[in-house]
Nanobody, 127 residues
Framework: QVDLVEAGGGSVQAGGSLRLSCKTSVSMHGYNCMGWFRQPPGKEREKVAGMYMGGMTYYADSVKGRFTISQGNAENTVFVYLQMNSLKPEDTAMYYC???????????????????WGQGTQVTVSS
């Protein structure tokens, strides 16, 4: 099991930036990809960004050029970050980080690839 804890959400005006972080609690032996998903109010959870650990990154069209997913390591802990720039009101959502096993480019942005999810962190963008 992988325990994930997100942080960094908050309220910001349109055009602003936020950096989300996701901390894992286990070694890198249970999964090979991590992703960020979001759930806007009243809507289904949707893809945002994903990456193979130490490898390629993938983005939903709606966030390309504005969001960046990256990885950091410290003392047997893996962090995955989501830098969000040029935020828009439509980016308002609960953001979730997830860990899973991916075997294709498609898998990295598919919810079905992920077996462990964090509790989420709220991002609110006002106009």
């Amino acid at each position: 099991q992988v325990d994930l804890v997100e942080a960094g959400g908050g309220s910001v005006q349109a055009g602003g930036s936020l950096r989300l972080s996701c901390k894992t609690s286990v070694s890198m032996h249970g999964y090979n990809c991590m992703g960020w998903f979001r759930q806007p109010p009243g809507k289904e959870r949707e893809k945002v960004a994903g990456m193979y650990m130490g490898g390629m990154t993938y983005y939903a069209d709606s966030v390309k050029g504005r969001f960046t997913i990256s990885q950091g390591n410290a003392e047997n802990t893996v962090f995955v970050y989501l830098q969000m720039n040029s935020l828009k009101p439509e980016d308002t959502a609960m953001y979730y980080c997830a860990a899973g096993n991916c075997y294709s480019d498609y898998d990295v942005l598919s919810r079905d690839s992920y077996f462990s999810w964090g509790q989420g962190t709220q991002v609110t963008v006002s106009s």
